[in-house]
């Protein structure tokens, strides 16, 4: 199978990533390296070829299988365009960021039989994994419902994916944190016993990089109240208690943010926001993602 051109792509498909905060080129390059996987060197669909005629014109219907938000679903047109061109059509196709029930259409495409069984698979893994991550995201977010705390992704991502899921999080209503190593410092243990404190290590990085926001990471009271005097204004509570974050709240007293992390279930965030913090970072959001299920059938 030879992938169609970037440049041949509807563009409708491609200005809509962009609207998304996504690189289209870099989509491409995605759907066209998972392509790969299934057919190296531009080999066959041997089953596909076998079984159906190259002149067979089919209609497939993707469905819900389960309750929850989808994303990726413009990802996976994009995949039944590079595979079969032009001569493929998406319709009904709900936007992501959609709250779903079981059953609920999703999406329609139509064209060669061939192409669209072929390009299956690879349309629902991304499908069926961003709409995962939306879905997880925006059950943290329905617990923290009524307060003022949002639900934070993390860097735990499956490597070259972290764009996509850091996109489905947006979908699910969570907030994205930085994005790598170098648009945000963000101080953590191993920062704190190099640099010898954590005043040492947050005055290192604002006097190396002064326009660059900095979050350093706490464990106790004390390295709370020392970062408040020097004037830190993103704070990490780590692992802490629930007494101890709503003490390190009543503390801080607005003139910090801080962020709650280490090990957090959806069964205690609401008390965790409770506390008062302004953000939980979810690690479990990204890393350890259970795919929603989304089916393919032809009609």
Known sequence: ?????????????????????????????DIVGALEEDLPGGTDDVTSTATISSEARGTADFAAR???VVAGLGIAALVFAVVVGDEVAVTDRVADGSRVAAGD????????????????RTALN?????????????????????????????????????ALQKYAVRCGG????????????MVKDNHVLAAGGVVPAFEAVRT?????????????????????????????????????????????AGHATLEASGGLTLDRARAVAETGVDFISVGALTHSVIVF??????T
């Open 126 to 162: 991304f499908a069926s994994h961003l709409s995962g991550v939306a879905t997880a995201t925006a059950r943290w977010v329905e617990a923290l419902e009524g307060t003022e705390a949002r639900v934070l992704d993390t860097r735990k991502t499956l490597p070259n994916w972290r």
């Open 66 to 68: 389960e309750a929850g």
């Open 105 to 120: 259409p999703v999406m329609r495409v139509s064209g060669p039989t061939r192409g669209l069984l072929t390009a299956e």
């Open 293 to 298: 299920d989304i089916g393919m059938d032809l």
């Open 174 to 185: 969570g907030v994205n944190h930085r994005f790598g190593l170098s648009d945000m410092a």
């Open 208 to 252: 190396a990089y002064p326009d660059i926001p900095v979050e350093v990471e706490v464990t106790d009271l004390d390295q709370l109240r020392e970062l408040l005097d020097v004037g830190c204004e993103g704070i990490l509570l780590d692992n802490m208690s629930d007494e101890m974050m709503a003490e390190a709240v009543a503390v801080t």
């Open 1 to 29: 199978m030879k992938p169609t051109p970037y440049d041949a792509l509807p563009r409708d498909l491609l200005d809509e990533l962009t609207e998304a905060g996504l690189d289209p080129r870099g989509v491409y390059d």
